[in-house]
């Protein structure tokens, strides 16, 4: 075992999921990994080309046509959404095997390719002051809904926009694109509490709730907190939870992370641009541990959240 290998097998949970089911299930997959890889390069190499020959006529036939070379670039681009889209047709094929191998170790969770299985997650976002004025949701292709141990939760990856009329211009604004999470505490909690990260863009401090100051002060200097029952937020916002919020920023490698407790229940939004949850890489083998390590991480750090709710009744 390869000493990248041992560094995965610390956790027992993930190893014995990876050897068992995942490893087999996409060593299959490799010859086909390799033929797209080829069929990717040479696609990629074909517009390359294409583009050095196009950039020579243009230089031959219009000297002082600056402005021709922008199609020329164009060509170029081409070339790497080419190489992109096959390496998404091939991460899909085989997400399409792993995905329902991965769930099965958090209980009942189903994945769901959002372009293909349309989701709404409503305004309960915009109804906790987690996100705001939005009026129209699109969900991507990493979508996930389940119960974990008696506790519905729902993980979408998902970009949140306002339509917008200003002098006479009607367009699409985008509020939040990102990683959003919503599951059921199973248990009545007497306050509505919104912890923003102070390094986040789209935070805008609710009305009618009052700003909290907490004890942690390295905590404190990171997060923003507003609620309308301090007494109750304080016995929400424990040393521990700070804890499981610091993985879940690990987990998916990021500083803006921000939450609520609404309705009995718990929510959290992350910002990125990131192609989270992505596997099937083409230049990678299809069996190399690190990038369903990635993936199971990011999915583990929420349960553990859930967890920490479920043994704090």
């Given at each position: ?6 560094s ?33 390069i ?7 080309v ?8 243009l ?26 889209a ?9 997400k ?5 191998v991965v ?17 709404n ?9 987690l996100?705001p004025?939005?009026n129209?949701?699109?969900c ?40 959003v ?5 199973n ?15 789209f ?8 700003r ?11 997060y923003?907190?507003?609620?309308d029952?301090?007494a ?7 040393p521990?939870?700070i804890?499981?919020?610091k993985?879940?920023?690990l987990a ?6 921000s939450?609520?407790?609404y ?6 939004a ?44």
């Amino acid at each position: 075992m390869s000493i990248k290998a041992k560094s995965y097998s610390q956790n027992k949970e993930f190893w014995d999921l990876y050897q068992n089911k995942i490893a087999p299930c996409v060593t299959k997959f490799d010859k086909q990994r390799i033929v797209k890889l080829c069929f990717a390069i040479i696609g990629t190499i074909f517009f390359f080309v294409l583009g050095l020959l196009f950039s020579y006529w243009l230089a031959t036939m219009f000297p002082k046509g600056v402005e021709l070379y922008f199609l020329n670039l164009l060509v170029y681009l081409i070339g790497l959404v080419f190489y992109s889209a096959v390496k998404k047709d091939f991460e899909c094929s085989i997400k399409e095997k792993i995905m329902p191998v991965v769930c099965q170790s958090f209980g009942t969770i189903k994945w769901m390719d959002g372009l293909k299985e349309p989701y709404n997650p409503g305004q309960i976002y915009e109804q906790s002051g987690l996100i705001p004025f939005y009026n129209k949701v699109e969900c991507w292709d990493d979508n996930f809904c389940g119960t974990y141990k008696d506790v519905a939760i729902e993980l979408l990856e998902a970009e949140f926009t306002n339509f917008s009329f200003f002098l006479h211009f009607n367009k699409w604004q985008r509020v939040f694109k990102g990683i959003v999470v919503k599951f059921a505490l199973n248990k009545t909690f007497n306050s509505h509490t919104v912890i923003f990260s102070n390094s986040s863009w789209f935070c805008l401090e609710p009305p009618h709730l009052k700003r909290m100051l907490i004890e942690d002060v390295v905590f404190e200097k990171k997060y923003s907190v507003f609620t309308d029952n301090e007494a109750n937020a304080r016995d929400l916002i424990t040393p521990l939870f700070i804890e499981r919020l610091k993985q879940i920023k690990l987990a998916f490698k990021t500083e803006n992370i921000s939450c609520a407790f609404y309705n009995d229940l718990f929510l959290i939004a992350i910002p990125t641009n990131k192609d989270l949850f992505s596997i099937g890489s083409l230049v990678k083998p299809v069996n190399d541990p690190k990038q369903y390590y990635n993936m199971y991480e990011e999915m583990e750090s929420i349960i553990k959240l859930i967890d920490y709710f479920k043994a704090a009744k």
